[in-house]
């Protein structure tokens, strides 16, 4: 166990559903991110928060996806209208991070929400 | 653009056995490289972290070493146990632009089977 936890582990959706994942971070690390990871690949980039300032975005993230990190501590990530290329483990990772340095901390993964479209 | 590629792409041993994981990349500005374990259906775990000037690390049975220049790096696994199954990602950092992230480029894993 890392620290950082995922909810729901699976979830099982039809297709056009909306659905929300959450992810709780180890609580004193600033940094958060998302990624995507579809069977036999490793995970991609999806987003990436200092704080509650969402400062990155992916390609990936179409107009259907939206992260939020309302306080700065735990982030959902919404995906609108669901296809089934959207089947994949959604990763959450958190780390610690300074603003405006370039250090490079340890990230550290949650279990993933497995979602599955039908 | 940047990539990491690993191979095999599966490696099936006998507990006991010794085994080697590959990786490459072109990730350019470099930071720094890691190792991580994937358990089936979880997320995954870091085994080491290697910077540019470092050529090795270990960590318990696992050692990992980095070529800055050829831009390879191996995964060593000594004694396999049955708990060593799992996929190993290699990761390669770059240096960040204008952020203060390093963007993480991902290999595809390399599925280990231990058997007894």
Redesign the interface.
């Known amino acids: 166990d890392?620290g950082?936890s995922q909810d729901p582990r699976h979830k099982i959706t039809k297709r056009g559903q909306n659905v929300t994942f959450r992810c709780d971070p180890i609580s004193e690390h600033n940094?958060l991110y998302w990624y995507r990871q579809t069977l036999?690949?490793?995970?991609?980039?999806l987003t990436?928060f200092?704080n509650e300032a969402q400062?990155?975005k992916s390609r990936l993230l179409s107009d259907r996806f939206s992260a939020e990190r309302p306080k700065g501590s735990f982030s959902t990530l919404e995906i609108q209208r669901t296809e089934q290329g959207d089947s994949a483990m959604y990763?959450c990772?958190s780390s610690l991070?300074?603003?405006?340095?370039?250090?490079?901390y340890?990230?550290?993964?949650?279990?993933?929400t497995?979602l599955t479209v039908t | 653009k940047n990539q990491v590629e690993q191979s095999p792409q599966s490696l099936i041993i006998l507990e006991g056995k010794n085994c080697t994981l590959q990786c490459n990349y072109t990730v350019s500005p470099f930071s720094n490289l890691r190792w991580y374990k994937q358990d089936t259906g979880r997320g995954p775990v870091s085994l080491t972290i290697m910077t540019f000037s470092e050529n090795t690390k270990s960590n318990g049975r696992y050692t990992a070493t980095l070529d800055a220049d050829t831009k390879q790096s191996s995964l060593h696994i000594t004694a396999s146990q049955l708990s060593d199954s799992a996929s190993y990602i290699c990761v390669v950092s770059d240096k960040a632009g204008g952020t203060s992230y390093g963007k993480l480029t991902f290999g595809q894993g390399t599925i280990l089977t231990v058997h007894p």
């Open positions: 890392t950082v940094r036999g690949q490793g995970p991609e980039f990436y200092q400062l990155e990763l990772a991070g300074l603003a405006g340095q370039k250090t490079d340890e990230q550290y993964f949650g279990p993933g497995r």
